[in-house]
């Protein structure tokens, strides 16, 4: 789809960005890890989202069409330190909404990411996705991801 505009978003975007935000963290973590406060966007993404739209060393892009924000893309960017010999990119998350898959916007919303880092001189590009989520897993591999760690959990309740 052609119309789908992807850009940086402002504060403007702020309200469609939590509710795209909060609809992946029901879909994605809420349903894969239990221990999930599905409340938790309510009282925490804004002000979370606001301060990485302001924050020098992250990336946040919406796609947006007709003027309302159908998916988006969260990174962040950190420099070389003591313990990391060289600097990283992270994506945080990304998400289109479930009406809007298949057209290649999420992929869009990925190689705007990797252009990102790569500008920035990050050295790793990293995401984490949950095992459970397959689609998810093979969708960051399209892109040249691979697997690096495993995580690994014991639920003792």
Do not use: C, K
Not at 44 to 73: E, F, Q, S, T
Not at 106 to 135: K, T
Request: aromatic residues 8%; glycine residues 8%.
């Amino acid at each position: 789809m052609t119309d789908i505009e992807i850009r940086s978003a402002t504060l403007d975007d702020l309200d469609g960005l939590a509710h795209d935000s909060a609809e992946l963290f029901a879909e994605d973590g809420v349903t894969r890890d239990r221990l999930r406060d599905p409340d938790w966007p309510r009282d925490n993404d804004r002000p979370r989202l606001a301060g990485l739209i302001a924050a020098p060393d992250a990336l946040v892009l919406v796609a947006v069409y007709d003027g309302a924000v159908v998916g988006h893309l969260v990174g962040t960017f950190s420099p070389a330190s003591s313990m990391w010999a060289a600097a990283r990119a992270e994506l945080v998350s990304t998400h289109v909404a479930a009406s809007y898959r298949g057209q290649g916007i999420g992929g869009r919303l990925v190689e705007d990411f990797i252009a990102w880092g790569r500008d920035r001189g990050a050295a790793r590009l990293h995401v984490s996705a949950y095992a459970a989520n397959g689609s998810a897993i093979r969708f960051y591999q399209r892109y040249g991801f691979v697997p690096l760690s495993i995580e690994l959990a014991l639920d003792v309740d």
